[in-house]
């Protein structure tokens, strides 16, 4: 099973800006894409960015402009968050969907980093 492991959470105020890093270690014969998304409680994890192997990006509706995902090192994913506003607290996840084997189709996530914007 591929571990994930998250960094750049904290507390920031509107209009600041954080980095999100992750990196993904256990075999992995191919990534298929790597992200991000987002929960508040009572609501469900949504679709912040992601990136896949072939580098298409895709974001959420919300995100217009202000967040950029990329995954420059190898089995690592990074989200650069600008212009942060306090509807964006939330715990963020670090998603992965990888192959094992020329067939094999798994998907592992992170335990979560909080993101707290104060206006």
């Known amino acids: 099973q591929v571990q994930l492991v998250e960094s750049g959470g904290g507390s920031v105020q509107a209009g600041g800006s954080l980095r999100l890093s992750c990196a993904a270690s256990?075999?992995?014969?191919?990534?298929?894409?790597m992200g991000w998304f987002r929960q508040t409680p009572g609501k469900q994890r949504e679709l912040v960015a992601t990136?896949?192997?072939?580098?298409?990006t895709n974001y959420g509706d919300f995100v217009k402009g202000r967040f950029t995902i990329s995954s420059d090192v190898k089995n690592t994913v990074d989200l650069q968050m600008n212009d942060l506003k306090p509807e964006d607290t939330a715990v963020y996840y670090c998603y992965i969907r990888y192959s094992t084997a020329l067939w094999s189709d798994n998907s592992s996530w992170g335990p979560g980093t909080q993101v707290t914007v104060s206006s």
């Open positions: 990136v896949t192997s072939g580098a298409e």
């Open positions: 256990g075999y992995i014969f191919k990534i298929n894409a």
